[in-house]
């Protein structure tokens, strides 16, 4: 069955510093991957995606994430962090084994930015 | 901007007092999700419809049902909530033969 893994509940990150936020997953077929960002009482927001190509995909915010398929990885990144993207951060999996039809969310991980 | 709306934004009800939570969208997607969020938790799928297929998830409770009378509106009903059934709930929208979803900002339910 498909999963996916966020191993850290929380990073804090000074403002201006760079970020990483880990995704791993689980799944048997081509996995179409997804970032989502979700602010305090909001929707999630659609950062980027991967579904295929270049293996380093760009996304809205000055977000990027690149697809290690010998990894099951899937990590986000930001050179620089600012106070607005203190957040929670979603990765998601989905693809042809769910007819696209259901995306597999991992637990998350909460961004808090210091001064 | 084309877009997914759910409405309210916050809805207080009683514990046992049915509740209807409103999605509509202008992207003209053919599926729809409802999804229930609870504190601090990912995202859980409830349903989806496909068109006018209805596709329940297994362990969804019965309490928990679904309308969609056209393409831009589907409800979600609590027959009898529960405290336990307080949480974020999200509507989602996908067109077919794509694998995005677009979510809508969300109804908070607070059960009293």
């Known amino acids: 069955a498909q999963s996916v893994t966020q191993p850290d509940i929380h990073i804090t990150v000074s403002e201006g510093a760079s970020l990483e936020l880990r995704c791993n997953y689980s799944?048997?077929?081509?996995?179409?991957l997804f970032w989502y960002v979700q602010s305090p009482g909001q929707g999630l927001q659609l950062l980027l995606k991967?579904?295929?190509?270049?293996?380093l995909v760009q996304g809205i915010k000055g977000f990027e994430a690149e697809f290690k398929r010998s990894q099951s990885s899937f990590n986000l990144r930001k050179p620089s962090v600012h106070w607005s993207d203190a957040a929670e951060y979603f990765c998601?999996?989905?693809?042809?084994?769910?007819?696209?039809?259901?995306?597999?969310f991992g637990t998350g991980t909460r961004l808090l930015v210091s001064p | 901007d084309a877009m997914v709306i759910q409405n309210p934004r916050y809805q207080v009800t009683q514990f046992g007092k049915p509740v209807t939570l409103s999605c509509s969208q202008t992207?003209?997607?053919?599926?729809m999700y409802w999804y229930q969020q609870k504190s601090s938790q990912a995202p859980k799928l409830l349903f989806h419809?496909?068109?006018?297929?209805?596709?329940n998830e297994a362990d969804t409770p019965d309490n928990f049902q679904s309308r969609r009378p056209n393409t831009s509106f589907c409800f979600l009903d609590i027959r009898s909530p529960g405290l336990g059934d307080a949480a974020m709930y999200l509507c989602?929208?996908?067109?077919?033969?794509?694998?995005?979803?677009?979510f809508g900002p969300g109804t908070r339910l607070l059960v009293l």
């Open positions: 989602a929208t996908r067109r077919d033969g794509t694998e995005t979803q677009y």
């Open positions: 799944y048997g077929a081509t996995p179409y």
């Open positions: 991967y579904f295929s190509g270049d293996t």
């Open positions: 998601a999996v989905g693809g042809r084994n769910t007819g696209f039809q259901k995306l597999v």
């Open positions: 992207l003209n997607h053919n599926v």
């Open positions: 419809y496909y068109d006018k297929d209805f596709n």
